[in-house]
């Protein structure tokens, strides 16, 4: 009988939260689309949080609110998966999700008067 080579199950602690924090970041952008907020553009998530309507490219006050819901619930996740399994492996996490957003929707880091 063949011994079976088990996968190392460190890595399952970083899926875990690569896929939370993946499933609220769509959400977020989907929000961000919503409200026409550049949401990767710098200093933009500080107004969100904030609760700086003007980020908003048109008016939609129940899209905002929960635009700014969820950042405030991406934070509390990261605060947690930070003490789960680092603060590198969580940046790692962070960029591999921009990345695929940013690539999948550009208008999401450009001005919408830009449009």
Known sequence: ????????TQDLPAAWWAMNLDE????IARLA???RVSILDPGVIE????KDASV???????????LHDMVMMHFAI???SVASVGQAVTV???RQIIERLSKSHPELGAPW???
């Open 92 to 94: 790692g996490i962070e």
């Open 33 to 35: 689309l919503l409200c």
């Open 1 to 8: 009988m063949t011994e079976q080579k088990r996968e190392p």
């Open 24 to 27: 609220l970041d769509r959400e």
């Open 47 to 50: 107004r969100v949080l904030k």
């Open 113 to 115: 008067s830009s449009r």
């Open 78 to 80: 990261r605060e947690k």
């Open 56 to 66: 908003c490219g048109t008016d939609n006050a129940l899209a905002f609110a929960k």
